[in-house]
């Protein structure tokens, strides 16, 4: 083989050399390169998993907050329906037997009964005057003339009478005022001695 077919030969081994390296190279910056991006999608997926397990997380978090909430909401209202209930059973077992003895013992109803009792009285003396002087008419001129006849008497008995439709019993305004109270104080209230504060306004 001659120097020059040799040197040629070489060249092209050379040349082939070269262009082996350069697919080589090539090869191994796509490697790299699909190595990059397969470690860029990774760190995203980490993230992705983080950000949903975070998210979950958070939901889980909001949904024991609002369990608990509501735990704290039932018990509440367990708590409100269970005094509504100790209310009505004592309104219905004591409660209206306390208000029916403030109102027999008001002034108000005192007065009432009281005018009513006294114009019955002084109406039916009246009404006994005039059968006495109907039986006696010969020595008095007339009924008016008894002692003790009271002329107005009828005019205070039908007073008497209307007022019964008017009357106020102020204490039942102070009972009135107890409706925000919780059962304890009413209870408190009704278990005391009925004073006259509690008639005065």
Not at 23 to 51: G, I, N, P
Not at 89 to 109: C, D, N, R, Y
Not at 127 to 134: A, W
Request: hydrophobic content about 40%.
């Amino acid at each position: 083989m001659k120097f020059g077919d040799l040197e040629k030969k070489l060249s092209d081994s050379e040349k082939r050399h070269v262009a082996e390296l350069k697919e080589m190279q090539t090869s191994y910056d796509q490697l790299l390169a699909d190595h990059h991006r397969l470690m860029d999608e990774k760190e995203e997926l980490a993230r992705a998993r983080d950000r949903a397990i975070g998210s979950h997380t958070a939901t889980i978090d909001e949904a024991k907050g609002m369990l608990t909430r509501c735990d704290g909401e039932m018990v509440e209202l367990y708590a409100q329906v269970s005094e509504l209930m100790l209310t009505k059973q004592w309104f219905l077992t004591e409660g209206i037997a306390w208000v029916v003895k403030l109102v027999h013992q008001s002034p108000e109803l005192e007065k009432v009964v009281a005018d009513l009792v006294n114009s019955v009285n002084a109406v039916g003396v009246n009404e006994g005057i005039k059968q006495g002087f109907k039986a006696a008419h010969d020595s008095i001129r007339s009924a008016e003339e008894v002692y003790g006849y009271d002329e107005g008497a009828k005019e205070v008995l039908e007073t008497a009478i209307k007022a019964f439709d008017n009357f106020h019993i102020s204490v039942l305004d102070k009972v009135a005022d107890l409706v925000d109270k919780p059962l304890s104080v009413i209870k408190q209230k009704s278990e005391l001695p009925i004073v006259k504060e509690d008639f005065e306004a």
